[in-house]
């Protein structure tokens, strides 16, 4: 593969559009867990994410890393003209999937009374008995979204993940509030909604791949599922990262009610907002790091990492300081307690501003064939942050949990940026932000000034406006140099 003239534009084309509809994820969700804590109330809240990050964790190691693996080898058969390969790959993996997922389901509803005694929420089996059999759909669902991006479908990929998703949700847990309140109680409805969502997901994404892969002959590829499966396995390991973003909660729900799980719930979620630039990034260039690796072309490598590291970056620094400026505003929303969490979404979400800052370090070592690196370091990263959650969550409670959290974010992006440097010979960070950060700091200073006057929502957007007017100019011929740069000029 060659340079292309046009592969940094086209890039930050995609990203527009994908970041557009990640962007979407933040409302919508906050508009759903609104719903939860206004409707519902802390405690059902609370059982329910307990209930659903067991599934999500369950789900993410049942798919033995077959989903990201679907992601590189289909991205690869199709730079070669083989796509019709990819039928023959895919519905093995889908097999696997489903059979371990349902497998692992049977597992959670046997064990849903053990769970809800060592949780400390008594109406966890009433959650379970319906989210039990969303795990092998959400498991599924992974895997199609992976193929349908992999073969250029990111923008379906992108609006499943971060808009469908919720729009379902919000609309089923309408529906039963109203229809079912004769059939649920408000455990069950929050389940079945969660069920009814992972269905529609599935079923718009096959619809989709059905689209993407009409008329191509499946004898078309050369490659295997045994070489899939052989190269996915260390990707199980690797799969723990999703694990990682949710087993806190639980470590919480161990120690504390689910009141307090809610509490924390909440401020995990808020500051994810901060990472919808580098998921916007991360729901692009995967494919093309995967292409140019193939062909050895590390140069222009280098300049993509480097240069979407940056664009994420100065996207999430203001996001990052307006969630901080705001917290006692933002979590005040649902409810007078949740304020509690102020410290730990602070924490979090500095945590998540060096992670976009570090670019797209998994993805990029995962797609040029160093999965097992991934693996390793997520996994010694992952076993001492879940001791210090531990420790942290039972004297400290969920502040405690939630500094134990950022070290574990920080200290794996830091491992696998260097990972990066040493095995591709790239850095992959956002570099020469210098101006940006001065920026923002000037920014904050004048929401300090302004606020006894217009209060924090009118100095909240002279921060935005003082940071937009000093960096635009520099944003402009940061992308000029880049553009220039990948051309070789």
């Known amino acids: 593969m060659g340079q292309s003239p046009h592969i940094l534009r086209s890039i930050a084309r995609d990203s527009s559009l994908a970041l557009i509809l990640v962007g979407l994820a933040g409302p919508l969700w906050y508009l759903s867990t609104l719903v939860m804590a206004r409707y519902y109330g802390a405690q059902v809240m609370g059982t329910f994410f307990i209930a659903w990050n067991l599934v999500r964790i369950i789900s993410a190691v049942s798919q033995l890393g077959l989903d990201i693996g679907l992601l590189r080898f289909s991205a690869v058969l199709k730079a070669k003209g083989q796509a019709g390969g990819i039928k023959p790959l895919l519905w093995p993996a889908i097999g696997v ?42 498991a599924a669902t992974s895997g199609f979204r992976e193929t349908v991006r992999a073969l250029g479908g990111i923008k379906s990929a992108v609006f499943q993940k971060n808009a469908l998703v919720h729009l379902a949700f919000i609309a089923f847990l309408l529906i039963l509030a109203y229809v079912g309140r004769d059939f649920f109680s408000r455990f069950g409805a929050l389940g079945c909604a969660a069920f009814l ?9 096959v619809f989709v791949l059905r689209y993407q892969t009409r008329g191509e002959n499946a004898g078309a590829g050369q490659s295997s599922f045994r070489e899939l499966f052989w190269y996915s396995l260390p990707l199980c390991l690797s ?4 694990a990682f973003a949710f087993i806190d909660r639980l470590i919480l729900g161990y120690f504390a009610p689910p009141q307090e799980v809610a509490y924390y719930e909440v401020a995990a979620k808020m500051e994810m907002i901060i990472t919808l ?43 990052t300081l307006l969630i901080i400026l705001l917290a006692p505003q933002i979590l005040g929303t649902f409810g007078a307690d949740f304020t509690k969490a102020r410290f730990a979404l602070i924490v979090l979400s500095l945590a998540q501003l060096v992670n976009v800052a570090s670019g797209s370090v998994a993805f990029i070592l995962i797609m040029t064939g160093h999965q097992w690196k991934v693996a390793s370091l997520r996994f010694i990263t992952m076993a001492i942050a879940i001791a210090l959650m531990i420790v942290l969550a039972k004297f400290y409670g969920f502040n405690g949990l939630a500094c ?28 020469g932000v210098g101006w940006a950060n001065i920026s923002a700091l000037l920014g904050v200073l004048v929401f300090f000034l302004s ?6 929502f009118g100095g909240a957007g002279l921060f935005l406006l003082t940071y937009l007017a000093l960096v635009a ?16 000029k």
């Open 97 to 138: 999937i489903t059979l371990v997922s349902t497998a692992a389901a049977a597992g959670l509803y046997y064990w849903r009374d053990w769970l809800a005694l060592h949780f400390n929420a008594p109406y966890l089996p009433v959650v379970i008995l319906f989210l039990a059999p969303s795990l092998p759909i959400l």
């Open 197 to 205: 969502s992972c269905v529609l997901n599935l079923g718009f994404l």
């Open 239 to 242: 799969s723990l990262l999703p």
């Open 277 to 319: 630039p580098l998921l916007a990034v991360n729901s692009v260039i995967p494919p093309l790091v995967a292409q140019f690796y193939e062909y050895g072309n590390i140069a222009n490598l280098e300049i993509i990492a480097q240069t979407t590291a940056r664009w994420a970056y100065y996207m999430a620094l203001p996001l």
């Open 404 to 431: 134990a959290s950022a070290l574990g974010i920080i200290g794996l992006n830091v491992f696998l940026g260097l990972a990066v440097w040493r095995y591709i010979n790239i850095k992959a960070f956002a570099r």
């Open 451 to 456: 606020k006894p006057m217009i209060g924090p």
């Open 473 to 488: 100019k520099h944003i402009k011929q940061e992308i000029k140099m880049s553009y220039s740069s990948i051309l070789g």
